[in-house]
């Protein structure tokens, strides 16, 4: 292989590593990188195919504290915990003009409120169940009572899959979406929620102003997930909201946190973290294709080596013309050897004048 045809498959190599992150997947819930049902790598393909950008967050600090962007929380997990220095810059980033979607059932989602200094809304953490308006079984109810909003265009039914309910006793938060009249909340598997099973419509979608910026609460971030985004008007939800929450604007950064999950994708970060940074990016690409460079013309000059340590192969031996006449006349006593010579000369002659044309 020659040395430049070696140095552009090196770089394109590279660049096929740096572009293309072969494994970055995780099976950790609610995580874009999640591409199993219980993932939330569809809603972040349907924000990108909309034509938004759509960066995962790392480190909340990555959001800055501009206000640009609408920033998704998928069920934050109560075994990171969220952090003073979490709170003070979301809270700047919202304050400044951000949107914040918290999408919480069973998580820490009220931490995150509680870290914002919001008073009037909390995710109730008891499950939500209904034994008329549901799909597959109680714990799977339809949410039908939507108010007619920018954030709820077109969506007339949600399907839940083991959500809970907003207490919103504050008067500055504006219900967008509530349960059935027939639905009713208990405690879930190995919970300490206090059980209340008295039927009545409880909120399930609400929004309140916080600075300059927005907030808005959703009771069950499986509407997200792979496998349910298509049932009902899910994913009319999520479109919806792209559209409102953003004015239309697709310069506005659609974000999606991984960093409050107990198990984020290491080869995501790694990925993330090279993109980030175009220095370390085409030093990668550098250094790999030399590494490839040398590879091959390592591995070149040791078959050399090895060739001419087990010296030419038989068919590689010089062979006398004496030595091929003997031979033919030795098979063929009844071949004059002046006329096997003189063959052997004709064609020989012949191959002369095939490559001179």
Same mark, same amino acid.
């Given at each position: 292989?020659?040395?430049?045809?070696?140095?552009?498959?090196?770089?394109?190599?590279?660049?096929?590593?740096?572009?293309?992150?072969?494994?970055?997947?995780?099976?950790?819930?609610?995580?874009?990188?999640?591409?199993?049902?219980?993932?939330?790598?569809?809603?972040?393909?349907?924000?990108? $195919?909309?034509?938004?950008?759509?960066?995962?967050?790392?480190?909340?600090?990555?959001?800055?504290?501009?206000?640009?962007?609408?920033?998704?929380?998928?069920?934050?997990?109560?075994?990171?915990? =969220?952090?003073?220095?979490?709170?003070?810059?979301?809270?700047?980033?919202?304050?400044?003009?951000?949107?914040?979607?918290?999408?919480?059932?069973?998580?820490?989602?009220?931490?995150?409120?509680?870290?914002?200094?919001?008073?009037?809304?909390?995710?109730?953490?008891?499950?939500?169940?209904?034994? !008329?308006?549901?799909?597959?079984?109680?714990?799977?109810?339809?949410?039908?009572?939507?108010?007619? $909003?920018?954030?709820?265009?077109?969506?007339?039914?949600?399907?839940?899959?083991?959500? %809970?309910?907003?207490?919103? *006793?504050?008067?500055?938060?504006?219900?967008?979406?509530?349960?059935?009249?027939?639905?009713?909340?208990?405690?879930?598997?190995?919970?300490?929620?206090?059980?209340?099973?008295?039927?009545?419509?409880? *909120?399930?979608?609400?929004?309140?102003?916080?600075?300059?910026?927005?907030?808005?609460?959703? $009771?069950?971030?499986?509407?997200?997930?792979?496998?349910?985004?298509?049932?009902?008007?899910?994913?009319?939800?999520?479109?919806?909201?792209?559209?409102?929450? %953003?004015?239309?604007?697709?310069?506005? *950064?659609?974000?999606?946190?991984?960093?409050?999950?107990?198990? *984020?994708? !290491?080869?995501?970060?790694?990925?993330? #973290?090279?993109?980030?940074?175009?220095?370390?990016?085409?030093?990668?690409?550098?250094?790999?294709?030399?590494?490839? !460079?040398?590879?091959?013309? %390592?591995?070149?000059?040791? #078959?050399?080596?090895?060739?001419?340590?087990?010296?030419?192969?038989?068919?590689?031996?010089?062979?006398?013309?004496?030595? !091929?006449?003997?031979?033919?006349? #030795?098979?063929?006593?009844?071949?004059?050897?002046?006329?096997?010579?003189? =063959?052997?000369?004709?064609?020989?002659?012949?191959?002369?004048? #095939?490559?001179?044309?």
């Amino acid at each position: 292989m020659k040395l430049s045809y070696a140095l552009i498959a090196a770089v394109v190599a590279a660049a096929l590593i740096i572009s293309v992150p072969l494994l970055n997947t995780t099976k950790e819930d609610f995580s874009t990188y999640n591409t199993a049902w219980n993932g939330a790598s569809d809603a972040k393909a349907l924000a990108s $195919s909309d034509g938004y950008a759509t960066p995962s967050v790392f480190a909340l600090s990555e959001i800055g504290s501009s206000g640009d962007g609408v920033f998704f929380m998928l069920n934050p997990n109560s075994s990171v915990g =969220f952090t003073s220095g979490d709170a003070s810059t979301l809270q700047s980033f919202v304050q400044n003009g951000g949107v914040l979607v918290l999408a919480n059932d069973f998580g820490n989602g009220n931490a995150v409120l509680s870290g914002l200094g919001v008073s009037g809304a909390r995710f109730n953490g008891s499950l939500l169940e209904d034994n !008329v308006s549901k799909g597959v079984d109680a714990a799977h109810p339809l949410i039908t009572d939507v108010n007619a $909003s920018g954030l709820t265009a077109g969506v007339h039914e949600l399907y839940f899959n083991y959500g %809970t309910a907003l207490d919103v *006793p504050g008067t500055n938060v504006t219900v967008l979406a509530r349960s059935a009249p027939t639905s009713y909340l208990v405690a879930p598997a190995g919970g300490n929620a206090t059980v209340n099973a008295t039927t009545g419509a409880h *909120p399930v979608l609400a929004t309140l102003d916080y600075g300059n910026g927005r907030i808005v609460l959703l $009771s069950d971030p499986s509407v997200f997930i792979n496998d349910m985004l298509g049932q009902a008007d899910n994913q009319q939800l999520l479109t919806s909201m792209l559209a409102n929450l %953003t004015g239309g604007d697709k310069t506005v *950064p659609i974000m999606f946190d991984e960093s409050h999950f107990a198990s *984020p994708p !290491v080869f995501s970060l790694l990925y993330d #973290r090279i993109n980030a940074n175009d220095t370390v990016k085409y030093t990668v690409v550098v250094l790999a294709s030399a590494a490839f !460079v040398i590879g091959v013309n %390592t591995s070149a000059l040791v #078959r050399r080596r090895q060739r001419k340590e087990r010296g030419p192969a038989p068919n590689e031996l010089p062979v006398s013309e004496e030595a !091929v006449i003997t031979d033919i006349v #030795r098979e063929h006593p009844e071949w004059r050897r002046s006329r096997v010579k003189g =063959f052997l000369k004709q064609l020989q002659q012949r191959r002369r004048i #095939r490559r001179g044309n």
